[in-house]
């Protein structure tokens, strides 16, 4: 038996215990799993979070960047707060040593060749918990061809992960043929947000993305899209932290940089710290002139 310790006197009663709300937009109901793994994706003390997504091959393959991701991505990996990619990847490329959180692409089938609407869930959820992935990533076409396909892909996923709390992230996709407005991204990041998503992919536009982040009640993250200038990147995740955004999640702009690892420090310092576009842009430049 072990020996009986004394009891206990000092129970501070001239203080109450602080029961603090949770600091990311629209979570404060959710359990305590699902909080955890919201705090590994997004900066506690910010409230951001720099996510670098190298999913593309799921339907394009070994697009420009991502040709060697153990020779181009890993050397980077430690600087962003989350990594998003697929399964294969992780397990086939990125080691268990690696203590970021992961996102894992969670959606998928049809290739550059066909209708991209056309998905369907492609992650068991027993499968993520397995892979300790801290949400899963689903694509949802809102205006696509197989819109409300993609709606319940995500839907699925938001009660599935609500079982084994795991957070989801819905992925606002924008076909060719659809116009890039504040009220379609109103539109689809609300529907996203109404059906269960625990936070939202989407695109940056100049006119109105306060109000996109301001209707969603969610945390919205700004997708980096095609490759433009790093001044131009730098100047469009400054604009989308200012105007609500919680964080970004880039791919091209970060790894098709001429020096990937001096864009994703200062990305870091845009979304973290506030650095204004000059400010990073010479901060990457002389990170990459440092070499």
Same mark, same amino acid.
């Given at each position: 038996?072990?020996?009986?310790?004394?009891?206990?006197?000092?129970?501070?009663?001239?203080?109450?215990?602080?029961?603090?709300?949770?600091?990311?937009?629209?979570?404060?109901?959710?359990?305590?799993?699902?909080?955890?793994?919201?705090?590994?994706?997004?900066?506690?003390?910010?409230?951001?979070?720099?996510?670098?997504?190298?999913?593309?091959?799921?339907?394009?393959?070994?697009?420009?960047?991502?040709?060697?991701?153990?020779?181009?991505?890993?050397?980077?990996?430690?600087?962003?707060?989350?990594?998003?990619?697929?399964?294969?990847?992780?397990?086939?490329?990125?080691?268990?040593?690696?203590?970021?959180?992961?996102?894992?692409?969670?959606?998928?089938?049809?290739?550059?060749?066909?209708?991209?609407?056309?998905?369907?869930?492609?992650?068991?959820?027993?499968?993520?918990?397995?892979?300790?992935?801290?949400?899963?990533?689903?694509?949802?076409?809102?205006?696509?061809?197989?819109?409300?396909?993609?709606?319940?892909?995500?839907?699925?996923?938001?009660?599935?992960?609500?079982?084994?709390?795991?957070?989801?992230?819905?992925?606002?996709?924008?076909?060719?043929?659809?116009?890039?407005?504040?009220?379609?991204?109103?539109?689809?990041?609300?529907?996203?947000?109404?059906?269960?998503?625990?936070?939202?992919?989407?695109?940056?536009?100049?006119? *109105?993305?306060?109000?996109?982040? =301001?209707?969603? +009640?969610?945390?919205?993250?700004? @997708?980096? &899209?095609?490759?433009?200038? !790093?001044?131009?990147?730098?100047?469009?995740?400054?604009?989308?932290?200012?105007?609500?955004?919680?964080?970004?999640?880039? *791919?091209?702009?970060?790894?098709? =940089?001429?020096? +990937?690892?001096?864009?994703?420090? @200062?990305? &870091?310092?845009?979304?973290? !710290?506030?650095?204004?576009?000059?400010?990073?842009?010479?901060?990457?430049?002389?990170?990459?002139?440092?070499?």
């Amino acid at each position: 038996m072990p020996e009986v310790d004394k009891e206990g006197k000092n129970f501070s009663l001239e203080k109450q215990m602080e029961t603090k709300g949770f600091f990311l937009k629209g979570s404060n109901s959710l359990d305590w799993g699902m909080k955890n793994r919201l705090s590994r994706i997004f900066n506690p003390e910010t409230g951001r979070t720099v996510m670098l997504a190298i999913d593309h091959g799921y339907f394009q393959g070994p697009t420009s960047g991502l040709e060697r991701i153990d020779l181009n991505i890993l050397p980077i990996a430690p600087y962003a707060d989350t990594l998003m990619l697929t399964r294969g990847i992780l397990r086939s490329i990125v080691p268990p040593s690696y203590t970021r959180a992961i996102v894992l692409r969670a959606s998928g089938g049809p290739s550059i060749l066909k209708e991209l609407s056309n998905e369907q869930i492609a992650v068991d959820m027993e499968d993520a918990v397995r892979l300790n992935a801290a949400a899963l990533a689903v694509q949802v076409f809102i205006g696509g061809e197989y819109e409300t396909q993609t709606v319940h892909n995500m839907t699925r996923l938001v009660d599935m992960g609500s079982r084994y709390g795991v957070p989801i992230l819905a992925v606002t996709a924008v076909g060719t043929e659809m116009k890039r407005s504040a009220r379609y991204f109103r539109l689809a990041c609300r529907i996203c947000a109404e059906l269960g998503a625990h936070y939202v992919k989407t695109y940056y536009i100049p006119n *109105g993305f306060e109000t996109v982040t =301001a209707s969603c +009640p969610v945390p919205i993250v700004m @997708a980096g &899209g095609k490759k433009i200038p !790093e001044i131009d990147a730098l100047t469009m995740a400054y604009n989308a932290v200012q105007e609500g955004a919680a964080g970004v999640d880039m *791919g091209r702009n970060i790894f098709q =940089a001429e020096s +990937p690892a001096a864009m994703i420090q @200062a990305v &870091g310092a845009t979304v973290h !710290e506030n650095l204004p576009p000059a400010q990073a842009h010479e901060m990457y430049l002389d990170i990459k002139n440092r070499k």
